[in-house]
């Protein structure tokens, strides 16, 4: 009998409901702020990538002057120079050029409005752009940046953010001549 007394008196009880609904709301609400969150890092890397290439090309440029060109063969501080520009955002060290980068050819647009390469630097430049079907025009001189970084979410077990790309990496060009 007094069971069910305590029982009956327990479930007209409403005190503490408040309390669990906002439990369940506040723990909703965590969720999707430690997804935003980690969804924000993860764009302003992307940025900050996209940042580091396009600092590293426009160091090219400025480092090596139309003199020292093909800048891959004459220019001797132009991958010191690359790697410090794109070391010098927010992503220091993280971000990192990528084997192989910068590269560097001959290209000219094509009819279809396609840069399209002509030539490797190693060689001759071309006289003109006849192998893509413009005789009159003159190729230039393009080099290639690419930079890579590693994302790690900030709460890899309880965001979406896990599911994203681990590695970001972005590509820049930049015409020297």
């Known amino acids: 009998m007094k069971r069910r007394l305590f029982a009956k008196r327990f479930g007209k009880d ?3 409901v408040a309390a669990v609904e906002f439990a369940f709301i506040a723990s909703a609400v965590g969720f999707v702020m430690l997804n935003v969150g980690d969804l924000a890092l993860f764009f302003f890397d992307q940025l900050e990538v996209e940042n580091a ?7 090219a440029y400025a480092t090596c002057p139309f003199a020292n060109l093909p800048a891959t063969v004459n220019c001797s501080g132009l991958n010191t120079a690359i790697t410090a520009a794109v070391q010098s955002t927010s992503l220091s060290t993280a971000a990192t050029v990528v084997t192989g980068y910068p590269t560097e050819a001959y290209y000219c647009v094509n009819s ?3 840069l399209t390469s002509v030539g490797a630097v190693s060689s001759a430049k071309p006289a003109d752009c006849t192998a893509v079907g413009s005789s009159s025009t003159k190729p230039g001189d393009y080099l290639q940046v690419q930079v890579t970084f590693t994302y790690a979410p900030l709460f890899s077990g309880a965001s979406i953010a896990a599911l994203l790309p681990t590695t970001i990496s972005n590509t820049a060009w930049v015409r020297l001549s």
């Open 14 to 16: 409403s005190r503490g």
């Open 53 to 59: 290439t396009q600092m590293g090309a426009q160091a």
């Open 112 to 114: 279809s409005g396609v």
